[in-house]
């Protein structure tokens, strides 16, 4: 069955950098692209953006570049969201995602989330 | 991009039906088949219950059904059940080939 486990927690302080991590398993990992998704505490759903699995091609939306970067290891299955110079504003939820359908805008599939908390 | 905008809160008691309303504009719910809406309970992750305006994916209950009308679309909940008691999100592809969500709406069974 299909499965996106992220990374645990992580407690960062402002100004330092967090990789999340995304291993997907029970599918063929090029095939679908991996959407990154932000909730803030007590707040609603945002769209970071995308990485296309088979070229590692990422698009950001707007607010989520410069500071947020999507990669990929496709040996591993894995995707990755890097976020640098932390800000207090960054504490959130992430969530990675996989689309119900290849090239599809429906989020089929989740991770069961990453926190990361800025605090000094 | 704006959230498209979604009542705050909606309530209902067992067995009533609600609806959730997701307004957007031409460029995004007006423009495309694609709305999606996702359930999520407290410290869950969401989970799609609605794709392309109407669709449901296997194994979600029937008893929630979607559709759009000009830039607004809909979610129906019917024969509310205590477990219906979540947020729920709804989110469309938009004209510049992003995506953007709703604002949320918390779902309370009386």
Known sequence: QVQLVQSGSELKK????????CKASGYTFSTYDVNWVR???????????WIDTKTGNPTYAQGFSGRFVFSLDSSLSTAYLQISRLEAEDTAFYYC??????????RGYWGQGTLVTVSS | QSALTQPASVSGSPGQSITISCTGTS???????YVSWYQQHPGKAP??????????PSG????????????????TISGLQAEDEADYHCSSFTSRGT???GTGTKVTVL
């Open chain 1, 14 to 21: 402002p100004g330092a950098s967090v990789k999340v991590s």
């Open chain 2, 27 to 33: 460029s995004d719910v007006g423009a495309y088949k």
């Open chain 2, 99 to 101: 995506n953007v969500f």
């Open chain 1, 97 to 106: 995602t996989r689309d119900l359908t290849a090239h599809g805008t429906a």
């Open chain 1, 39 to 49: 909730q803030a505490p007590g707040q609603g759903l945002e769209w970071m953006g």
């Open chain 2, 60 to 75: 979600v209950s029937n008893r929630f059904s979607g559709s759009k009308s000009g830039n607004t679309a809909s979610l």
């Open chain 2, 47 to 56: 989970k799609l219950i609605i794709y392309d305006v109407s669709n449901r």
